[in-house]
C-alpha cells in the first residue's frame, strides 16, 4: 500500500525548473486576468505561456490556471496566472482569484468601447478591494486588428497615466507586445524583500526543496 | 443630446446589433453571408477525425486492433438489445441501470438520450411553444451578444461545430437565444453553450432545447441553480463535496488543504458542464449517460471517483500548479483508465456513498429552481438592453464574495494549523510513512483538521474496504484499490 514517490516525483509536473543553481534568485507572483468576455484574456495567456494563438479558443468556465516562468538577469521570476471568465454573471467568483495577487492584467478588446469602459471598472475595484501594492498592467488586446479599432492608443494611455497602470496594446494573434507585458510586470514586481509575500492565498513554504519559494531571492 | 435620447440612441444600438447577428445566422452557409477568412478553418481533416466528430493534433491509426474489434462486435451486440428495449418503454429499472452503465451505444444515444430526458413528451406538451421563443428572441433577447460570442468557439475542433453558421452552430444559437427568453430568469450563463452543444451533437434542435430545459429545471437535475446568479448550487455540491473528502480521502483533503487547493479551483467546470473537457470525450459521455438517468449525485461521485483514482500522483504533487494542471488539463488528454475501467469505479463510489450516506447532499433551497413561470415573456429593463454592466455587485453576489473570502481564510487557518503540525512534530514520518492511519489520527488530534474526522471516517479507513475492479488492476497492476488511504 506505502507507494514510494518516484525520484523526481516533486519536479514532474512543470516542466520550466530553474535548475537549482544556487546563485539563482527565484520569485513566485500570483498574476490575475480580468475583462470583458471575448477579449483575449486566455488567448494572450496561452501565447505567453505555450506561444501558440488558437483562433477559436474556447470560453472560459470559472478559472484556467497555468503557469510560466521567466529570467530577468539574474532572477527567476515564476507567474502563476489565474485566467477568469469574463461573463458578468461570474464576476461575483473574481475576488477569490485576484485576493492576494501581486499583479494583474486587465483586458479590453480595442475594436469595443464597452470592453474599455469594463476594464476601467475593473481597475477601480482593484483599487478598492485587491492587494495595496498590486501591480496593474492595462492592455489592449487585438491590436493586429487596429486598422478597425475603437478604442484610440492615446485616450487608452492617458488613462493608463491618470491611474498609474503598465500599458500596452497587444495582440496574442501576432505575439506583439505579449512577453513584453508580462515582462514590464515582473520588472516593476518587488524582488528583493519578501514584499510578494502578503495576501492569503501564498501557499505556506512547506518542506519541499529545489523549488522557488515565495520567500523570494533566497 | 438630453439622457432621454442618449438612452434612446444606446437601445437602437443594442437593436441594431441584436438584428445583425440574427441576420447571419438566419443567412447560414448563403454564400453571401461572407465571414472572415479566420472564422472558418481551412486545414485537412479526414484523418484525424475521431467517431464522436472532434479533431486530433495528428492522424488517427488506421487500422483497429483486435480490442476495438472486439468492442464494435460488443456494441454491435448492445444496439440491438437497446433498439428493443426503446421500443418497449419504459424498461424495468434494474435492466436500464446496468444497460446504461454499461454505457449507451453510440447508435442509440439519440432516441436513449430523448427518452431518459423525456423528450418527445416536453415537445407533445408543448407544440408551438420552441417557435415562437425562438421569434422572440430574436427581437428581444438580451444575451445575444454573450452567446453568438460562446457559439463562435464552443467545439469548434468538432465537425459540426467547425463551420462557421454550420447548421449546428446555427442550431446551438437558436436554442441558447430562445432558452434565454423561455427562461429569462436564467437568461444565458456561460457554460451553458456547452451542455446544449453536447446535446445537439445527438439531437435535432428543438429537442435539444427540451432537454436543456429538463437539464435546466427537472428536480433530478437542476443545473437552473448552477447557472443562476449567485451559483446557489455550486455552494452547496462544493460544501458536500469537502465533506466527502474530509470524511473519506482525510490524506487527500489535507494534502489539498496544505497546497491550497481549493475544491472551487477545480471543481467548477466539473459541475457547470459534467465533466466535458475535463476528462476524455468518450468518457464524459459515459459519465453524461449516468448523469441523465441517475440526476445530480452522481456529479459529486464522479468528483471523488476522479480524485480517488488518482489519489496517489495528486500525493505525489507538491506545489499547486502541478496539482491544478493534472486536473485540468492532463485528465482531459489522457485519463490513464479506459472508460469501462473509470465507469466501474464510479458504480463502486456511489455504491460507498450511499451506504455512508453520503451520496445526497443537504437539500436544494427554492433560489436553485425557477420562480417565474417559464416561456412568460417578460421584456427586460433598459439596463439589460442597453447591455450595460452594474457597477454594485446585487445582494446576491455580495453573499457570494463573503462566502467565497470565509472559505479562503478557514483554508488559510487549515493550512496553518497542517503546517506547524508538521514543522513541530514528525514532518519527516507524514512524509515517508504515509500510511499509517492510527498515526496521522493521533497526531492530528487538536488541530482543525482533526475536527472534521468522524466514527464514520475511522470505521472506513479502519476496514480498508476495497474497491474490487478486476479491469482496472489489470490495466495498472501497481495500483491498489482501497478508498480513503
Known sequence: ?218 | MTDGEQREALVRRAEDEREEIVKRYELGLDPTNIVDPWENPTFEIYHITDKYGFMHDSRLPTTRNSQEMQLTKIELERDKKWMKMLAKWPPPQDKLHTRVYKGIPKAVRWPAWKKLLNVDQSIANNVGVYPRMLQLAKKYSTETRQIDADVNRQFRDNLAYRERYSIKQCSLFNVLNAYSIYNSELGYCQGMACVAGVLLLFMQEEEAFWALNTLMTDQKYGMHGLFIEGFPKLTRFIDHHDRILSKIMRKLHKHFTKHNVDALLYAIKWFFVVFVERVPFSLSLRVWDIFLLDGDRVILAMAITILYLHKDELLRMKDMDAIIEYLQVKLHKNFGYSDDDAIHALERVMKKLKDLKLDAPPPAKSNEFPTRTLGDFVEADMEKKIGRRRNDYTDTEKQVITDVISRQEQNAIDVQSTVSYETSECATVTLTVPEDSHSIRSSLAGTSVASHGSSETMSLEDNNIHLKTANMLQSTPQREMLLGT
Open chain 1, 1 to 218: 500500500m506505502a507507494t514510494t514517490p518516484r525520484s523526481g516525483g516533486a519536479g514532474s509536473g512543470t516542466a520550466q525548473r530553474p535548475n537549482g543553481t544556487s546563485q539563482n534568485k527565484s520569485c513566485q507572483f500570483k498574476l490575475v486576468l480580468l475583462g470583458e468576455s471575448a477579449v483575449g484574456k486566455s488567448s494572450l495567456v496561452l501565447r505567453f505561456v505555450k506561444g501558440q494563438f488558437h483562433e477559436y479558443q474556447e470560453s472560459t468556465i470559472g478559472a484556467a490556471f497555468l503557469t510560466q516562468t521567466i529570467c530577468i538577469e539574474d532572477t527567476v521570476v515564476k507567474f502563476e496566472i489565474w485566467d477568469t471568465a469574463g461573463q458578468e454573471r461570474y464576476h461575483s467568483l473574481a475576488p477569490m482569484y485576484y485576493r492576494g495577487a501581486q499583479a494583474a492584467i486587465v483586458v479590453y478588446d480595442i475594436q469595443n468601447q464597452d470592453s474599455f469602459q469594463r476594464a476601467k471598472t475593473w481597475v477601480k475595484e482593484l483599487h478598492k478591494q485587491a492587494s495595496p501594492n498590486i501591480v496593474i498592467a492595462l492592455a489592449g488586446n487585438k491590436a493586429d486588428l487596429s486598422n478597425i479599432r475603437v478604442v484610440e492608443f492615446d485616450e487608452a494611455k492617458q488613462y493608463a497615466e491618470e491611474n498609474a497602470l503598465l500599458f500596452m496594446e497587444t495582440s496574442a494573434k501576432t505575439g506583439m507586445n505579449v512577453n513584453d507585458i508580462f515582462l514590464a510586470i515582473a520588472k516593476k514586481l518587488p524582488k528583493n524583500d519578501g514584499a510578494n509575500n502578503q495576501g492569503s492565498s501564498i501557499r505556506p513554504n512547506g518542506n519541499e526543496t529545489n523549488r522557488p519559494t515565495n520567500n523570494c531571492c533566497k
